[in-house]
């Protein structure tokens, strides 16, 4: 039987959407300037030289931009399923050219991992797992994150949740912390962890040993 997937309000393959949503997404969440701090930070800690990072659905650069800034990074690669989205990465990240590497991918699509390299140091996530459109399909996506991080490796995702609370909204495509922090460990990830929440965000952490 087929999900019934959360239908989405974007239209990210617009150019003048997309271009609006770039514009406007830090005026509308203003947390995202918290998070990219904390993002850094944690990226930061990770002792070693040369850096390689991998970000799912990267948007228009503005997570990748905050790390590129703050981390020792040696290579950064980005995907996107919108070449809008890419082509305003690339302008916005530039002056990164010789460390980022763009790469147009749908991870709701099979199989997308293969056009990847494994062995990354960090995997972050910025408001990206909600686009699989179901929570059903989250714990898929955490594995295939598992398989490209090294030994030892880092993955930092931040979403939308859902409340704990009994009786509150319930989307089918989020999560609660909790239920993100059990399928990080059922799929192989140690110390699990919320590490930031932000409005109806929450950055969670977690390592492959």
Excluded at 17 to 41: G, H, M, T
Aim: charge should be neutral; include cysteine; aromatic fraction near 10%.
């Amino acid at each position: 039987m087929s999900l019934k997937e959360v239908p989405s309000d974007h239209d990210f393959f617009d150019p003048a959407y997309v271009k609006q949503w770039a514009d406007s997404i830090i005026r509308y969440r203003p947390e995202r300037q918290q998070l990219f701090k904390v993002f850094a930070a944690e990226a930061a800690r990770i002792k070693k030289a040369g850096l390689s990072v991998f970000e799912l659905a990267c948007g228009p650069g503005f997570l990748a931009e905050a790390l590129l800034q703050n981390c020792p990074i040696a290579r950064y690669t980005l995907i996107d399923f919108s070449p809008q989205m890419l082509e305003l990465s690339r302008s916005r990240l530039a002056r990164f050219k010789e460390q980022t590497v763009f790469i147009e991918l749908d991870f709701k699509k099979d199989g997308w991992t293969s056009a990847l390299p494994a062995g990354f140091d960090l995997v972050v996530s910025l408001q990206a797992v909600h686009e699989l459109r179901h929570a059903s399909r989250i714990p898929k996506l955490y594995a295939q994150l598992y398989s490209l991080l090294a030994p030892g490796g880092r993955i930092l995702i931040c979403d939308h949740v859902n409340s704990s609370l009994p009786g509150s909204h319930k989307a089918a495509h989020f999560m609660t912390v909790e239920e993100h922090l059990a399928t990080f460990e059922k799929v192989g990830f140690i110390k699990a962890r919320e590490i930031c929440p932000a409005a109806d965000l929450s950055l969670m952490a977690a390592e492959k040993p």
